[in-house]
């Protein structure tokens, strides 16, 4: 299946922005659509953006306009740009497929505060 490993969060002020980073390994995106999730304590594990396999992309409305995701197939990996980053971004990010899940990487943390 392959191994996820993300990467790129931090601690940023509000307005700030990050570039996240999900490594694959195997055939984990091989084939498939991949997306980034996120999770905020004491919350689900929403999905915040996704990319298919050709390109195309669709966004959580509260994202919209803000979180660019793309993807480089040569290199098994999948990013997320986030702009203008609020309060409510704070949670820890994974990727994963958009369908046919596999295990769950470690996540990576973002914190936007003053």
């Known amino acids: 299946q392959g191994r996820l490993v993300e990467s790129g969060g931090g601690l940023v002020q509000p307005g700030g922005s990050l570039r996240l980073s999900c490594a694959a390994s195997?055939?984990?995106?091989?084939?498939?659509?991949a997306a980034w999730y996120r999770q905020a304590p004491g919350k689900q594990r929403d999905l915040v953006a996704g990319?298919?396999?050709?390109?195309?992309?669709n966004y959580a409305d509260s994202v919209k306009g803000r979180f660019t995701i793309s993807r480089d197939n040569a290199k098994n990996t999948v990013y997320l740009q986030m702009n203008n980053l609020k309060p409510e971004d704070t949670a820890v990010y994974y990727c994963?497929?958009?369908?046919?899940?596999?295990?769950w990487g470690q996540g990576t943390q973002v914190t936007v505060s003053s």
């Open positions: 990319i298919t396999r050709g390109g195309a992309t």
């Open positions: 994963n497929r958009l369908t046919y899940r596999i295990t």
């Open positions: 195997g055939s984990a995106f091989a084939s498939y659509g």
